[in-house]
């Protein structure tokens, strides 16, 4: 069965104190690994696909990156507008056409001022 | 604006009757998906559709049904069926079968009482 994990569940930095969030993944045949960022009570905004390990991506503070067995969110000096819970999801090769994604359970990020 | 919306925001329903909710996009794209998100747990899905007139069951499809019908439109009917339909449901769509990045639209939040 394909698995999502991501860790940990809930993150408090002050602003300006960078810290990565990981996603561990259990899967047979990687199509694509995604990031959205989730606001409360509106739909995830995509951020990034990674398709191969050791592939890397950058947006703004934010930068993704993936090995075989996990990706990490890093985020660089962090402001209270980057608070948000965080969603991984992975997309398994199916032989199939557009298969859903599987989600984890999200990291809540809270950045204090 | 180009989007896919979901209406309404807010849904409130009796137990034992079936609630449409509705989703439209005009990205001329060719897949949509069906989530839903419950607290303390990542999106599952719930069916999703390749292409016009076609829709295949995700995870959790029992008691919910789909149609499309038209490119742009993917509603989901929750049934009487379905023993714990409260939750947030969003309605993801992405270019085609090769086109791995989905988009959300902001969700309905259905209380069913």
């Known amino acids: 069965e394909d698995q999502v994990t991501q860790s940990p569940e809930a993150l408090r930095l002050q602003e300006g104190e960078s810290s990565s969030l990981n996603c561990s993944y259990t899967?047979?045949?990687?199509?694509?690994l995604f990031w959205y960022r989730q606001d409360p009570g509106k739909g995830p905004e995509f951020l990034f696909t990674?398709?191969?390990a050791g592939e890397e991506k950058e947006k703004e503070r934010l930068k993704a990156t993936l090995t075989k067995k996990e990706s990490f969110l890093h985020i660089t000096a962090p402001k209270p507008e980057d608070s948000a819970t965080y969603l991984c999801?992975?997309?398994?090769?199916?032989?199939?056409?557009?298969?859903?994604?599987?989600f984890g359970k999200g990291t809540h990020l809270i950045i204090q001022p | 604006d180009g989007g896919i919306t979901q209406s309404p925001k807010y849904l409130f329903r009796k137990e034992g009757q079936n609630v449409t909710l509705s989703c439209e996009q005009n990205?001329?794209?060719?897949?949509m998906y069906w989530y839903r998100q419950d607290p303390g747990q990542g999106l599952r899905l719930i069916y999703y559709?390749?292409?016009?007139?076609?829709?295949q069951k995700g995870d959790i499809a029992e008691g919910y049904s789909v149609s499309r019908e038209k490119k742009e439109s993917f509603p989901l009917t929750v049934t009487s069926a379905q023993k714990n339909p409260t939750a947030f449901y969003l309605c993801?769509?992405?270019?085609?079968?090769?086109?791995?990045?989905?988009?959300f639209g902001p969700g309905t939040r259905l209380t069913v009482t």
């Open positions: 999801a992975v997309q398994v090769d199916s032989g199939g056409g557009a298969d859903g994604l599987t």
């Open positions: 990205l001329n794209h060719d897949a």
């Open positions: 990674l398709y191969s």
């Open positions: 899967v047979s045949g990687l199509r694509g």
């Open positions: 559709s390749q292409i016009v007139n076609d829709f």
């Open positions: 993801a769509s992405s270019r085609d079968s090769h086109d791995h990045e989905q988009y």
